[in-house]
């Protein structure tokens, strides 16, 4: 979660914006992340950053996985990783992410900018090596 931070804040200096106004992550059911908890997450640790009133937008991806016996793609149901046709073992193509997929940044907005904090703007920090 602070590193996706992290990563937004990096991508807010670059453009030179003021504010963030969305987050758009991708989260498939194995990356373990729980869309809730990241959601209230998102809100405890965004008031406090330059993120703060950004908007979270999570999008849910499938839980898909191909069997080779059948060359069938499908969508797996209640973490059964069997194929529904022929039984037989798949290999799960996508479910396990969690990405940013963009950011929406807002310009300069003096009233906002005159109410942060002014070293919330340093973006000197920022190019710490993500984990
Ligand atoms: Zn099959």
């Known amino acids: 979660m ?3 931070l992290r ?6 200096c670059e453009h030179n914006a003021d504010r963030v106004t969305e ?9 373990g992340v729980e ?7 998102f809100a405890l640790l965004a008031s406090e950053q330059t993120v703060a009133g950004a908007r979270l937008v999570i999008d ?9 016996a059948c060359d069938k793609e ?9 194929c529904p046709t022929c039984r037989g073992n798949v290999k799960t ?6 990405h940013l997929l963009s950011v929406s940044l807002s310009e ?17 920090d920022t190019h710490e090596t993500a984990s």
């Open 23 to 31: 987050v758009r992550v991708e989260v498939g059911p194995l990356s």
């Open 7 to 12: 990563q937004v804040d990096s991508i807010r």
């Open 108 to 124: 300069a907005n003096a009233e906002f900018r005159d109410s942060l904090d002014p070293s919330s703007h340093n973006c000197s």
């Open 60 to 68: 849910k991806v499938p839980l898909l996985a191909h069997c080779e």
């Open 74 to 82: 499908f969508e797996v149901n209640g973490f059964v990783f069997r």
């Open 35 to 41: 869309p809730m908890l990241l959601s209230s997450a």
């Open 93 to 98: 193509i996508s479910g396990d992410e969690f």
């Open 2 to 4: 602070k590193t996706l």
